[in-house]
């Protein structure tokens, strides 16, 4: 990319040079030292631009191969631009949970006469797979920082996020956790989960995991927020639902974990604690690792790693 921006100008440059020269010397091609001259000169600038003019550059600069730093924060400043703060006045920790219920389900518990009939015969009365959902980083963070509230971006069946509900119930802590998913998993992801089923194109995934909450008695400390994590979190950050910890382990490619870092971090409360799996597996390479280095270099935090995950203590700078 470095390359294409340096060539490109001059490229330019030097079709325009030639155009001047060409009209400049069109009249007087008789003249055999102006002749000669254009002809070294055309020489030249062909052996310069010989070769097939370079692509424009693409609008989203590719950083795969050219880590942390971003040739498009400098070329494109307003790229890196967002809003980095949330709600001046945060909602009360106690006060969370019916605020969610308020306004994302209209004041009424979605467990209230859970499940439907319609879906009942689709459920199993629990179903839990997880990806190294129970790592000793969960135990480690809800110890030290004694949340009393939890957003997890990407439940999926709810492995995690009931983990966490039950070690936070066993270290006798009053935590609520705002489980923020689509519940659509991802595109065929039912090839693989062949039981999970669906009516009319529509996943069951957020009954299983409503159901394995259920099962599993943890209603009262887990709400999920069944939306994408952009308008989940925008919507958190404008009512000021603040979080002591904030699990990101939704979408695994960079922009989806960029994303989800940058709005996350706006919904820590001060000294908060942000983690996420992945930064040691194979979806590493997918984006997570790249995203969390470098929203950590922009920040000025450090990255901790515990297991498969990523730990960064916004209380604890370079
Ligand atoms: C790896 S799974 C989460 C696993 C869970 N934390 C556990 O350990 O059991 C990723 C989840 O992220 C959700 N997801 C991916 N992209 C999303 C997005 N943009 N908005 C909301 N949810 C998303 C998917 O539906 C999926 O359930
Ligand atoms: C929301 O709740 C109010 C009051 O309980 C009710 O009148 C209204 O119909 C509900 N709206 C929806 C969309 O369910
Ligand atoms: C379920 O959890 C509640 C607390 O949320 C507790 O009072 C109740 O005894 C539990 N029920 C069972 C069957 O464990």
Request: aromatic letters at 10%; a positive charge; charged letters at 20%.
């Amino acid at each position: 990319m470095k390359e294409d921006k340096v060539i490109q100008p001059h490229h330019h440059h030097h079709q325009l040079l030639l155009r001047r020269l060409t009209v400049f010397s069109g009249n007087r091609l008789a003249r055999p030292i102006s002749f000669l001259l254009l002809l070294v000169l055309s020489y030249t600038l062909g052996y310069f631009s010989a070769s097939p003019p370079p692509p424009p550059p693409p609008l989203q600069t590719p950083i795969d191969h050219h880590p942390t730093t971003t040739v498009a924060a400098q070329t494109f400043p307003d790229h890196n631009r967002f809003s980095t703060r949330c709600a001046a006045m945060p909602v009360p920790s106690k006060l969370i949970r019916q605020t969610v219920i308020n306004r994302v389900f209209n004041g009424s518990s979605p467990y209230y006469s859970f499940p439907p009939p319609h879906v009942a015969h689709l459920l199993r009365p629990k179903r839990v797979k997880g990806w190294g959902s129970t790592g000793s980083v969960f135990e480690t963070l809800i110890r030290k920082v004694k949340p009393r509230t939890i957003i997890e971006l990407g439940t999926f069946l709810g492995a995690s996020a009931i983990h966490m509900a039950e070690l936070a119930n066993r270290l006798g802590l009053k935590t609520q956790i705002i489980c923020v998913d689509d519940f659509r998993g991802w595109p065929g992801f039912q090839t693989r989960f062949t039981d999970i089923g669906s009516i009319n194109g529509d996943v069951m995934l957020m009954y299983q995991f409503m159901q394995n909450v259920v099962y599993f008695n943890v209603t009262d400390s887990i709400l999920p927020v069944p939306y994408s994590t952009g308008s989940a979190l925008e919507a958190l950050c404008e009512l000021g639902v603040f979080a002591d910890l904030i699990e990101v382990d939704a979408g695994h490619d960079f922009h989806s974990a960029w994303s989800d870092i940058n709005r996350a971090y706006k919904l820590l409360r001060p000294g908060g604690v942000m983690f996420g799996h992945d930064y040691f597996t194979a979806a590493d390479e997918r984006g997570v690792r790249r995203a969390v280095k470098l929203f950590a270099q922009v920040k000025g935090l450090r990255i901790q790693t515990d297991g498969q995950h990523w730990v960064i203590d916004s209380a604890e700078s370079h």
